[in-house]
């Protein structure tokens, strides 16, 4: 099992921007891919940023490229999101997951943390 912890969630103005960390505990965190991902009310979760193992290949929704960044510490056991120029249709409950492979898919995930809301206003 491993456990995830999103944090740095928050009311942001328009083109500010905000850190999101998920630290994880349980098995090895240098094992998994990570994830985020973000579900805004009476819409579907979706995609927003993966980073392999080594953190040597990430991956973008293409609406947030060139203004969020995913970053991970395996030594700290911690997955980072960097988010600039924030805009109020990134409104959402942000999540971060664990899973074997790089994909776009919440389905290929197989460890979820609680979410942490971020609000833009415009």
């Known amino acids: 099992q491993v456990q995830l912890v999103e944090s740095g969630g928050g009311l942001v103005q328009a083109g500010g921007s905000l850190r999101l960390s998920c630290a994880a505990s349980?098995?090895?965190?240098?094992?998994?891919?990570m994830g985020w991902f973000r579900q805004a009310p009476g819409k579907e979760r979706e995609f927003v940023a993966h980073?392999?193992?080594?953190?040597?290949?990430?991956g973008y929704a293409d609406s947030v490229k060139s203004r969020f960044t995913i970053s991970r510490g395996n030594a700290k056991s911690t997955v980072y999101l960097h988010m600039n120029s924030l805009k109020p249709e990134d409104t959402a409950v942000y999540y971060c997951a664990a899973g074997e492979r790089l994909s776009f898919g919440p389905q290929s995930y197989d460890y979820w943390g609680q979410g942490t809301q971020v609000t833009v206003s415009s």
């Open positions: 980073i392999s193992r080594s953190g040597g290949s990430t």
């Open positions: 349980g098995r090895t965190f240098s094992n998994y891919v």
